[in-house]
Structure formats: C-alpha cells, structure tokens
C-alpha cells in the first residue's frame, strides 16, 4: 500500500513593519487555501503578520551552491547595477 502525503508548501510572512515577505518554513497541505490557513495558525498566532504567501515547494525554481561561480561571477562585471555611481538624496527611504 502506497501512502499519500499531501503536497509541501514554503511559506513567507511580512511583518507589520516589515517590507518584503520573508521564509518562515514550511507545512503539509491538500491545496493552497488550506496551506494559507494552516500557515495562519503556525506562524502568525500573535499577529506579527500582515500578510502571507504560500508556495508550493515543486514550484520553486533555485540556483545550485556548487555554481555559484559560474552563476553569480557574471554580474561583478557590471558596475553600473550598483548605486556607487549616483548621487542618492537623504530624503529617499529604503536604499
């Protein structure tokens, strides 16, 4: 007899102050709405929370460690992706 698990989901909570969703862990659950739910009771029971996202883990697509040479090295060259070269006002947030 084969056993059937339910689908792994990652999930992600921003925090009342918070800008980005950040990873929380991870549950078992029959389908998305049930994975909200379920993510709601385990990682929000004090409302830190404002907001969650679930994702199923076979959705996520990810770079290798063993490659990150090869992945991340090509983006070094490019020095006008980083702000070093502009003049950012006091007044901007978040940078």
Sequence with gaps: MT?????LFEVFVRA???LNHVHVGS????DHEM?????RDL???RNEGVSIWVVRSDAVA???PADKE???TPSSDKVYRHP???AIPDNVPHI
């Design 3 to 7: 056993r059937h698990e339910w689908p």
């Design 27 to 30: 549950l078992r659950a029959a």
């Design 70 to 72: 090869a992945f991340f």
């Design 62 to 64: 990810a770079s290798d």
């Design 35 to 39: 994975a909200l739910h379920h993510a």
């Design 84 to 86: 070093t070269h502009y």
């Design 16 to 18: 009342k102050r918070g």
């Design 43 to 45: 990682y929000t029971r």
